[in-house]
């Protein structure tokens, strides 16, 4: 049991989260990565705008093919995290803290790519916090 609670430790480094008990541990992680999420949504939306205001429909498909296929590479490398830490209690806690990586990653690719100029102009939203995503544990 103490080992579960070092690796939610370990996690926490790139999502801190307090939490006694592995239930309120995954229940701040999943929070956190509802908030990730909204937030990665909210930069796509505007890069979607972005795209088809400036370059037409084919552009907008594209991305959104793009954005389906990072869901479904999110949805499987962070169901595969699930799958390794399947013999203990973590693994719901190692799962959100993949998918709030990963989302985290992707909203700083798509502000990189689609609202940032490369010019003076400032960049349609803010920079994303992307920082606790590449920390090592």
């Known amino acids: ?4 609670f070092a690796l939610a430790a370990a996690t926490a480094a790139v999502t801190p989260c307090a939490g006694v008990t ?3 541990v995954n229940a701040c992680l999943s929070a956190r990565f509802t908030e ?4 990665l949504n909210r930069y796509y939306e505007r890069a979607v705008e972005r795209v088809r205001k400036e370059s037409g429909s084919k552009t907008a ?7 389906q296929s990072w869901i479904a590479y999110r949805d499987a ?9 399947s013999e203990g209690t973590i693994r719901v806690s190692m799962e959100l803290d993949c998918r709030i990586r990963l989302t985290r990653l992707r909203t700083y ?7 940032t100029y490369l010019d ?3 960049p349609l939203l803010p920079r994303p916090e992307v920082e606790s995503a ?4």
């Open 134 to 137: 590449v920390t090592s544990r």
């Open 36 to 39: 990730s999420d909204a937030e």
């Open 61 to 67: 498909q594209g991305l959104a093919k793009a954005e």
């Open 77 to 85: 490398e962070c169901g595969s995290v699930f799958d390794y830490w």
């Open 109 to 115: 690719a798509i502000w990189r790519d689609w609202l």
């Open 22 to 24: 592995t239930v309120e």
């Open 120 to 122: 003076s102009t400032s």
């Open 1 to 4: 049991m103490l080992s579960t």
